[in-house]
């Protein structure tokens, strides 16, 4: 066949199928409703299980209280009336130490032969001092003198489960989707939250607390991803700050439930049965469109989305979108999620570089945070005020923190918020342990200073890692939390050797992480990326911006070239 004169193509007499239109997801989000009344609701409904997760936290401050005790006395001891009690290197009445029977039998003996008295260990026990606690599982199992570590065990356990929970739940989220594990996270904590009340023995209170610390980390890692990805970027913020108000204000919560229940089961099971009702309406959630986009499963996209029109009011709006629009808008630029691993997060080097520095300030920030929450009777003051007294200075911070996230960006608060901590744990290490009270101001604004940083690690970390594996990224993230959650007894455990120690080790890693903070990207006012080549190619460009000294078009050639 001759080619065409002049080598121009012949028209062709067969007309082409209309293609559809392309349309980037936010826009498509905006057309059924990006912030009406399926978003309040979803988010409220996310929320609300949201308020107990500190009290699963912390329960343990009420639950495992430690009041006063001594030796019970042997039967024949108690029927002579004999009772002197041996003391301790500090010349106090030692609580996990009995004279042997035969030399209480002679009460009129000295206090100096007393001294030089042959002790032996409480055998038939310890009487505990009930007027503050009805019980705790330290006076159910004993759990007093040699057997002390084992309460910090309890708690290690639990976050050894969140640990685990977030190896298994983060790469199950990303590929079976966010609400069916959340769904089952849910119904977890509330059998195994529920289980831990009904405890025989010690043993299987720690294995329900490692399985309810599992759940938890299930839901921890899908409810903020699953409220993110259906609302629109100028929104990400307030919606975070809502959920992390509703963290803070569970601490509040739990001071009030410790305080009118003193039963360390009842109180158990009050912060665990209401996620049976969590369960039931967490059916009603839909899945994330943007990851059934991401994971090519366009039909049941379309028809979530036409039922978050429905319920916004735009039903009309949501019966023209149409099929071809989802599969031109995503279809061709994301890869199926069966090519993705948690061996991604490390193989780019912008993303290898987001997930070192998340990582290490999620470590870094939650062990010295747990480490200044787990020990409130270290204060010496009410444990109930100081629980109390806690939750709110964390939700002051956690309000201005919200407000300057909308100013100032997310890394800049990240890293700020860090340092000052840092600095104000560091700065209560010359104050003499007289001045209590000045020393208890600066700890607390130095917690105040994680929990903003910690609000605003949610949001960051939900924005810097790519749809595809953004839930294994949100794993990893996790686990370093509950790695450094399970670290912080240990360090606590330091201040035996050298008092001073635990207080300089919190002070000198929440600084360095925030020094790493500042290698990572800003996403003020940039949307959500879906694939790791978008990750990298905002780097390379802002890479490229900063050579040629062009800041200025860094986020605008992102939004343009970034279809969401």
Known sequence: MMSPVGGKSRPSLVPKAPKAPTISFGDLLEEVGSMGLFQFFSVLLLSLPVLLLASHNLVQNFSAASPEHKCRLSPSTNASGGHPVPLDQNQLPDRCRRFVHRMVLDPNSSLDEDRGAETEPCHDGWLYDNSTFASTIVTEWDLVCNLQPLKNLAQSLFMAGMLVGAFIFGDLSDRFGRRLILIWSLLLVAVMGSGATLSGSFIAYCVFRFLSGVGISGFLLNYICLSLEWVPTRHRAIVIATQSYCSTAGQVLLAGLAYGIRDWRWLQLSISAPFFCFFAYSWWLPESARWLLANHKHEA??????????????AATGDT??????????????????????????????????????MFISFSMNMTYFGLSMDLSMFGLNIFLMQLFFGSIDLLAKMGCALMLTYFGRRTIQAASLVLAGVFLLVTLPVPPEMLLVRMALVVLGKGCLAASSMCLYLYGGELFPTVIRQTGTSFVTAMARLGGMVAPMVLLAGGYQPSLPLLIFGITPIISGISAGFLPEMLQVPLMDTIEQVEERASWKSKAILEEKPGKIIDHVIRSTHF
């Open 321 to 358: 979108v149409f099929l071809e629009m989802l599969e031109t808008q995503v279809g061709s630029k994301t890869s199926g999620r069966g090519t993705h691993s948690c061996l991604d997060l490390f193989r780019t080097p912008a993303l290898r570089r987001i997930s070192c520095c998340l």
């Open 301 to 314: 996209a379309l028809c979530n989305l036409k039922r978050v029109a429905r319920i916004n009011g735009k």
